[in-house]
């Protein structure tokens, strides 16, 4: 098989005497969507958060396309390929639809200096922009700020505003939390034509019939460990991810 | 009469506009409190005394250089390191050491008393009038100057690329910084146009006043604390509107015979203001870096 995107290698993030991973190994390869699974404090977030460097490891490496980015800076990992959104919608609220997309457009994001010398890529910039933004159906509301946006929208726009930075691995957490019937179809529909534009899609979710759906493999976390991985109906029925959920309070069920 | 006093407290606001407007670039795009700011527009001031011999121009782009230098300079020994949460406190008291530095420095070099400008009685200090009503150059020199820099300013953060990143740091630091924007150069970018700005203040009230003095910093730079508190934590109009209205305010109050007394007006204010309106008048509440949903 080849060599995977992303390699994740005896992880471990600790938090004084909480152990948020505890010497997690995960294979992301080429073309997959892979959906990470477990109940509340399993440490899905904390592994994304670590990935793209907003934690910093306490052990383990991971390597994203051959190089090791354990202990890169955030906005170099942004830069080297790696896209994510929020569980919480986190957009520039203050800031136009188009504004908030060309924030990521690479040649911007490289030096604050050098991007206001070169005023002539700005046409580039907004037609990268509008290419991803027309592609999630945005390309009408260019020009609302951010924070007037429905739900959904706002939603689609983390998500154009990542693609901008034409990343190779996209990180989803929770994209479907708060969203209505719906605003969750559409998104199955997004998440598909998203596909296609990167290589590889990490997804967090609770809705076990929107990860079945969308995951092309499953990851089963608890306590900061993988539990279980594999087709998403043995995953699902697995007896130690029976467990994982029934063992806690969480209101969270297998369905 | 009126008119007057009017001009004269808005040319003072402008200047206190110019500091306040740096003061609070930093506080809303950062959530930093820059207690070195104040020296910086001393020391602005001494950079009209330096260049005093050149074309006027030459001072105001040396003024901008050094306050921009400066800026980097307090960044890098006050603000670098402290990038937590709970050590804001620290990096404030930090900026304030670097600020004390700078002030001792000066004070080594150029005396603690005032340094006059050798430019007296020069074309600065000259008068015209129009409609009746009495103008110094300066003063028209003062205003435009303030307009070229707070609209420059204003075309920054609006109309390019680095304005948009400030901004978008200013929103959310970790979404800027996971979409590739480096938020320290971001930080540098910041603190050197802030501190710009206040060493152009600084340039101009030399110019105003004949001479540079090393506790300008205390009396006037100060204040800009205090208007960029009543305008709202990190909001630009407001310290805008904030200066000019407090210059004008203090103008009438020195006019009405309060005399030093007319110095407590932008304290007052400020505490009658947060009376009223604890976030200031023009609180969006949006100031810092707090993350919201």
Redesign the interface.
């Known amino acids: 098989m080849k060599q995977p995107i992303l390699e994740v290698r005896k992880l471990q993030k600790s938090f004084g005497g909480l152990r948020a991973l505890d010497g997690i190994n995960l294979d992301i390869h080429e073309g997959e969507v892979v959906g990470l699974i477990g109940p509340n404090g399993a440490g899905k977030t904390a592994l994304l958060n670590t990935v ?1 460097g ?1 934690y910093r490891a306490t052990g383990g490496t991971i390597l994203f396309q051959n190089q090791d980015i354990t202990h890169r ?3 170099e ?3 080297l390929g ?3 959104t ?1 569980q ?8 136009t639809v188009l ?1 908030n997309a ?3 457009f ?1 040649p ?6 050098r ?2 010398i070169a005023y002539r890529e ?1 046409r580039m910039a907004i037609a990268r922009a509008m290419h991803w933004l027309e592609l999630l159906q945005l390309a009408d509301k260019v020009d609302r700020i951010a924070s007037s946006l429905s739900y959904g929208d706002a939603r689609r726009l983390e998500i154009a ?2 693609l ?2 034409e990343p190779s691995l996209l990180l989803l957490d929770e994209p479907a939390a708060g969203m209505n019937e719906n605003e969750t179809r559409r998104l199955v529909d997004d998440i598909a034509i998203v596909r296609r534009h990167v290589r590889a899609i990490v997804l967090i979710e609770h809705d076990m019939d929107l990860i079945r759906s969308l995951s092309d493999r499953l990851v089963a976390m608890d306590y900061g460990r993988k539990i279980v991985e594999g087709a998403s109906a043995e995953v699902l029925n697995h007896p130690e991810v029976l467990k994982a959920y029934l063992g806690t309070d969480t209101e969270e069920t297998v369905s | 009469m009126l008119v007057g006093l009017l001009i004269n407290g808005l040319v003072s606001g402008a200047l206190y506009a110019l500091v306040a407007v740096g003061f609070t670039l930093v506080i809303g795009v950062l959530d930093k409190l820059n207690f070195a700011h104040p020296e910086v527009l001393m020391i602005g001031g001494f950079v009209a005394v330096v260049a005093s011999g050149l074309p006027p121009y030459y001072a105001f782009i040396a003024a901008f250089a050094t306050g921009g230098l400066l800026g980097l300079v307090v960044e890098f020994a006050a603000f670098r390191r402290f990038t937590d949460a709970d050590a804001k406190i620290t990096a404030g008291l930090a900026s304030m050491a670097v600020g004390l530095v700078l002030t001792d420095l000066t004070q080594k070099v150029f005396g603690t008393e005032s340094v006059s400008l050798p430019i007296g009685g020069g074309w600065l200090s000259r008068r015209f009038q129009i409609a009746g009503v009495e103008f110094l150059n300066v003063q028209i020199v003062i205003v435009l100057a303030t307009a070229i820099l707070t609209g420059g300013l204003h075309v920054l953060l609006q109309r390019t690329r680095v304005g948009r990143q400030i901004r978008a740091v200013a929103e959310s630091p970790v979404s800027a910084s996971l979409l590739g924007v480096n938020v320290l150069r971001v930080s540098q970018a910041v603190f050197f146009v802030s501190s710009a700005l206040a060493a152009e203040a600084g340039l101009l009230l030399a110019l105003r006043s004949g001479a540079a003095s090393s506790d300008i910093g205390l009396t006037f730079g100060l204040k800009a604390l205090a208007i960029m508190a009543i305008g709202g934590l990190g909001d630009l109009r407001g310290a805008m509107l904030g200066g000019l209205v407090i210059g004008v305010l203090e103008a009438f109050m020195f006019h009405l015979g309060l005399g030093r007394l007319s110095e407590l007006t932008v304290w007052l204010a400020m505490i009658v203001t947060l009376m009223v309106r604890p976030r200031g008048l023009f609180s969006s509440g949006t100031h810092g870096l707090e993350q919201r949903a």
């Open positions: 793209t907003f800076p955030m906005h990992i942004g830069r790696i896209g994510r929020f919480n919608i986190r957009l520039f609220r203050r800031m504004e060309l924030v990521a690479r911007f994001a490289d030096h604050p200096l991007s206001l700005r505003r990542a901008v930075g």
